[in-house]
């Protein structure tokens, strides 16, 4: 345990997503052998005093506090790791790159392309090591297609569709939160979840050199939220309602480096997928699909093997970092697993001073498509 370097945690915002990184910080040592680093959660900021509360008491904050700058210039923070809501990430990356501390942010990294860009160039400028929540990437199964790919399993790839389908925003009733807002949030589905699915595409069939692309937004007005609320609350018909600002739906064909077709589409109004974040992949000699809604199986086809149809795999130990959880075949890992890894290789990059694979250059190249 000598050898091992201490990284102090700060937290912002203290929501689901990051008392979900909280968690995953005091698994670590249980789940990955050899940590080549100890995190320790130094303190969480968070408006709300039960939050705050909770981040004391029940996950082991040395301390807890209410102003976010006093969280980032804290003397034993090495890493602060933004969970607040999208309209201050780019203020508080800024921040935090200017006091000399790593970066996670969950994304997005900002509303706008803009945004986007100027927080990377603070943590460039600052030569910090940066992540962002680009979580399913670190899924077993997306990590064993990246492998086949590699590999030549598929041949040449062809042929790339990812897809990002949810229903949080298909209920007309939803109300008006700032998610839905082109001046708190930035812009909708293209800035909030179209980025997981490129960044898949990206990570597993290379870089985007042409699209176009269109959007809609179907729900064009929401009840307005009497007091404190989120998108996951109702109102009831005949409130007041307000304007929806930024868009629902955003699909788009690409052109890769490698000379594949792609076609990509997201929507936060599809009724009947709950969390379709899902890509299918063609190549020469092969294919491959893989959901998250069920992302402890994988779909398979290799034409060399004389095979007509599509094979399931299941997730299991012989695949990355699954065994770390759950020894066995086909028993299923979940989300805060998922979360965990992530952290896990973000937190060994900083201990051992390289970049992390899905950090802020990687949030760039996106809003760069």
């Not at 997005?108 to 910090?128: L, S, W």
């Not at 176009?212 to 937004?217: F, P």
């Amino acid at each position: 345990m000598s050898t091992q370097r201490r990284i102090g945690i700060a937290v912002i915002g203290f929501g689901w997503t990051g008392q979900a990184h909280a968690r995953s910080y005091a698994r670590l040592p249980l789940i990955f052998d050899s940590l080549e680093y100890r995190a320790e959660l130094t303190v969480c900021a968070d408006t709300l005093a039960a939050r705050r509360a909770v981040a004391l008491s029940d996950f082991g904050f040395r301390e807890a506090t209410e102003d976010w700058r006093a969280a980032v210039d804290h003397p034993d923070v090495d890493v602060v790791v933004i969970c607040a809501p999208n309209m201050v990430h780019c203020e508080l990356v800024e921040a935090a790159a200017a006091s000399g501390r790593h970066v996670f942010c969950e994304k997005p990294v900002g509303g706008t392309p803009t945004q986007t860009a100027r927080a990377e160039k603070a943590c460039r400028d600052a030569g910090v090591i940066t992540g962002v929540g680009y979580n399913y990437r670190f899924v077993p199964l997306v990590q064993h297609a990246r492998n086949l790919i590699e590999a030549g399993e598929l041949g040449q790839i062809t042929n790339y569709r990812g897809r990002f389908f949810s229903m949080y925003g298909a209920d007309p009733l939803g109300l008006l939160s700032w998610r839905f807002l082109i001046d708190q949030a930035g812009h909708g589905v293209s800035t909030d979840i179209l980025s997981h699915a490129i960044d898949l595409a990206m990570m597993l069939n290379g870089p985007i050199r042409r699209v176009v692309g269109t959007g809609e937004t179907f729900i064009k007005e929401r009840p307005l939220p009497s007091a404190s609320g989120t998108h996951y609350d109702r109102g009831e018909p005949g409130d007041p309602v307000g304007a929806v600002t930024n868009e629902d739906y955003f699909g788009a064909m690409a052109v890769f480096a490698n000379g594949s077709r792609g076609t990509f589409e997201v929507s936060r109004t599809m009724v009947g997928p709950q969390s379709q974040m899902a890509f299918d992949i063609h190549g020469t000699d092969g294919a491959l699909s893989w959901n998250f809604e069920t992302m402890n199986q994988m779909r398979l086809f290799n034409i060399i093997e004389g095979d007509r149809g599509y094979t399931t795999v299941y997730a299991g130990e012989r695949h990355p970092y699954h065994a770390g959880f759950v020894p066995g075949e086909a028993n299923s890992i979940g989300f805060e697993d998922v979360v965990t890894i992530q952290d896990h290789e973000f937190l060994a990059a900083v201990a051992e001073g390289r970049p992390h694979p899905a950090g802020m250059e990687q949030a760039l190249e996106y809003v760069s498509v």
